[in-house]
């Protein structure tokens, strides 16, 4: 059988003034109006009963953006059937229902623009599966490389191929949505779990702090999740910290 070491911080960074990013961490959410966790959560537990992680990163404003994010999470931590025998197919209906939910919220308040991205992951014994919209990425690290499971919905190619460096690349796709506009397609793929594997999913307050192999470098050293995810998050601080940080770190051990 399969076990669970995992991590989660939340750090409304050195420049913000609120904090627009929310998580779900295996039944745990943030309030509306938050600055972050304080310290570190984790636990460490086996997978006969399933286990769900997610970040969401809001936009739209502080005000705005902290609500996005907060009904996105909300709309995992209440969706009815996270025992479903096709967790894709849940996560998907998550996504679905976080997006009606951002929109109706953006109706009440005269129709302003906010949004959410959403990078989540589902563990039951042997298979992870994984869904994300958005920017918010998740990592796998497997036999020391670490490779990028997510998909970014942005038109970074676009700015490539025009060789455009003044502006970071725009979302493309993201919870909020409406549907007369466009049709959300979230990315959702299955994996098998191996002993030794790790997760990370973090909002881009992390990524574009900290280069990728230094992100590798500390999740190959001899320490445990909680330790990593402070080593992350300290990082980022210490290179500036302009935008709110949050990243969950999931390590597959084998007892």
């Known amino acids: 059988m399969f076990y669970l070491d995992a991590a989660c911080r939340c750090d409304i960074g050195r420049v913000r003034t609120k904090n627009e990013d929310n998580f779900y961490f295996d ?3 943030l309030p509306p109006k938050n600055n972050g966790t304080e310290g570190v ?3 460490c537990r086996s997978f006969s009963v399933p286990a769900c992680f997610a970040v969401f990163d809001g936009m739209g404003g502080e005000k705005h953006g902290e609500q996005a994010a907060y009904l996105a999470a909300q709309a995992l931590k209440e969706h009815p059937s996270k025992s ?3 967790p894709g197919a849940m996560l998907l209906n998550v996504c679905l229902e976080a997006n009606k939910r951002i929109c109706d919220s953006a109706s009440r308040n005269g129709g302003v623009r906010m949004g959410s991205t959403a990078a989540m992951l ?5 298979f992870v599966w994984l869904c994300n919209i958005g920017d918010s990425k998740i990592f796998r ?3 020391g490389a670490l490779s990028q499971l997510s998909i970014d919905h942005t038109d970074r190619a676009l700015l490539e191929r025009q060789v455009n460096k003044i502006r970071k690349p725009l979302l493309t796709q993201h919870l909020g949505i409406w549907p007369e506009e466009m049709v959300i397609e979230p990315y959702v793929v299955q994996s098998a779990l191996e002993v030794g594997d790790q997760y990370l999913i973090c909002s881009d307050g ?3 702090m900290v280069a990728l192999d230094e992100i590798a470098l500390n999740l190959n050293k001899e320490k445990n999740a909680g330790d990593c995810i402070d080593g992350l998050v300290e990082q980022a601080l210490s290179r500036g910290g302009r935008d709110n940080i949050t990243v969950i770190l999931c390590r597959i051990t084998g007892c």
């Not at 589902?122 to 042997?126: H, M």
């Open 27 to 29: 039944g745990s959410i």
């Open 41 to 43: 959560l984790t636990i």
């Open 84 to 86: 479903s025998p096709a």
């Open 122 to 126: 589902y563990f039951t014994e042997s």
């Open 141 to 143: 690290m497997r036999q």
């Open 206 to 208: 992390l990524t574009d």
